[in-house]
């Protein structure tokens, strides 16, 4: 996958500052395991993340000089590129319907409109501000633990996030959660949905970059729509809840399973229409 560098106007560099107390991060690994055990136990382990909505006692915003590397201030460069390419293809799809968003970056943990977070709960979209958050170390997980590397693969992860964006400014978010807290048995089902139709919109985006080729700020090459397929196959619910030792219950899927993230993120793809990721009216 080939992208133009632009000015990080679609990202903000947090990655200096940490948003609440300081932690060490546990890593992908690690909320697969707390994730796992929840689902288990039937005890809201993530919890003890911050992720509720208010940040711990005692925590404190710090400032400091980014220790980066070249790899790192190029994920930088490539996050910045997708964002930005993918505001041009929902601004051509939705006209004046579509609102911006910016991709917050961060290391070990952030305190955000939605709540205090750590990276621990990988790549997240808070719709109160209306910005995606992501630690660029989640990157570097999907390669070493889930086997899915390649730059496309990474942009995947960032357009999903914005497909959440899109979610949000459409309104379908809101009617979702409305409907969760209608419907507790349904909650599940729901945020299944929800996360199947980022993955489509995440598509959508993808189908773009490959018709605009170098008029557009990211273009793909070949073997690129595989890297996405692999990404979205590797954090299946499914596979998370194997890789965690344990049975498969799908009543307790959030996500969707291995199979349905990689055909409704091929769906998108291959579409390049927003009426085809109808994720609530598909069986």
Known sequence: MRWTRGDRSHVEDLRGRSGGMRALPIGIGGFVVLLLLSLFTGVDFLSLLGTDGTAPSGSTATTGTVATSPEEEELVD????????????????????????????????????????????????CPRDAKVYLDLGFFDD???????????????????????????????????????????????????????????????????????????????????????????AAIGDDRLQRLGGGRVMPERFTHGTSDQRASWL??????????????????
């Open 142 to 232: 999907l390669r070493r633990q889930f086997g899915a590397p390649g730059h496309f693969a990474q942009a995947y992860v960032v357009a999903h996030e914005v497909g959440h964006h899109v979610q949000n400014v459409l309104g379908i978010e809101q009617r979702v959660r409305q409907q969760q807290a209608a419907r507790p048995d349904q909650v599940n089902e729901l945020s299944v949905r929800l996360e199947l139709q980022a993955d489509c919109f995440a598509g959508i985006w993808g189908n773009a970059a490959a018709a605009n080729g170098a008029n557009a700020r990211v273009s793909l090459d070949p073997g690129d729509v595989d890297d996405g397929l692999r990404a979205a």
């Open 78 to 125: 490539l996050v910045d590129s997708v964002v930005a390419d993918s505001e041009t293809a929902w601004e051509h799809l939705l006209g004046g319907r579509y609102e911006p968003t910016r991709a917050v970056l961060f290391r070990d943990a952030i305190q955000s409109a939605c709540g205090f977070a750590q990276s621990a709960t990988g790549p997240f979209y």
């Open 266 to 283: 091929r769906r998108g793809l291959e579409s390049g229409d927003p009426a085809a990721c109808d994720t609530f009216a598909a069986r």
